[in-house]
């Protein structure tokens, strides 16, 4: 079946830093990858969706030069969080879609910001 | 744009009972539903989803699920829980067009609580 590979799962980071999440589709080709957010007991708020090769579109309130997505190749799909502040300590996941095998989530990064 | 309303935040049960974790949906054109599962601090894995033909879906971990296009509404049940179904489960939709499945519109998921 089709597996997408998230790192890192836990990351904590100091105010101020950059933290890049990685997700990649393993054996099959991701012509679209979704970034969630969630909060805790909360369900799963979508930040961005991308394409291979083109700029990502980004959901209402959600902040393109803060959260930075890169889909450079049909495998690999980063969310770089800039300058983080405690308020962006969050869950996040990323999501695959491939036509013949629907969509695939990755395993989350628990994000925390100190 | 879809809504999806999960209307039990909680659903708490005794281990061996039938359960049923209800799910409505908005939208005038065709859709594709999923439900999901989600373990603490994990990912979502996929139970069924349900594209077309069949209105009956079965899943993994014996869930099955129920597609009522007049009632707009994709109801998952199982008729005995285990403890290890302790989760939380959000159902989901999209609207497909053409080669895309497009993005997924969540409910806002329902803690299922299974007793010994």
């Known amino acids: 079946g089709a597996v997408v590979s998230q790192h890192p799962s836990r990351v904590i980071c100091k105010s101020g830093t950059s933290v890049k999440i990685e997700c990649r589709s393993l054996?099959?080709?991701?012509?679209?990858m979704f970034w969630y957010r969630q909060f805790p007991k909360q369900s799963l708020m979508l930040m961005a969706t991308s394409n291979e090769g083109s700029k990502a579109t980004y959901e209402q309130g959600v902040e393109k030069d803060k959260f930075l997505i890169n889909h450079a190749s049909l495998t690999l799909s980063t969310l770089t969080v800039t300058s983080a502040h405690p308020e962006d300590s969050s869950f996040y996941i990323c999501?695959?879609?491939?036509?013949?095998?629907?969509?695939?989530f990755g395993s989350g990064t628990r994000l925390t910001v100190v | 744009a879809q809504s999806v309303t999960q209307l039990d935040s909680q659903v708490p049960v005794f281990e061996e009972a039938p359960v049923e974790l209800r799910c409505n949906y908005s939208s005038s054109v065709s859709v594709y539903l999923f439900w999901y599962v989600q373990y603490p601090n994990q990912g979502l894995q996929l139970l069924l989803k349900?594209?077309?033909?069949?209105?009956l879906v079965k899943g993994i971990n014996g869930f099955e699920a129920e597609f009522n296009k007049s009632q707009t509404s994709f109801h998952l049940r199982k008729p005995s829980v285990h403890i290890s179904d302790t989760a939380e489960y959000f159902c989901a939709v999209s609207e497909g067009r053409g080669s895309t499945l497009g993005r997924l519109y969540f409910g806002r998921g329902t803690q299922l609580t299974v007793w010994p």
């Open positions: 349900y594209l077309s033909g069949s209105t």
């Open positions: 999501s695959a879609e491939a036509r013949h095998y629907g969509y695939t």
């Open positions: 054996d099959f080709q991701a012509t679209t």
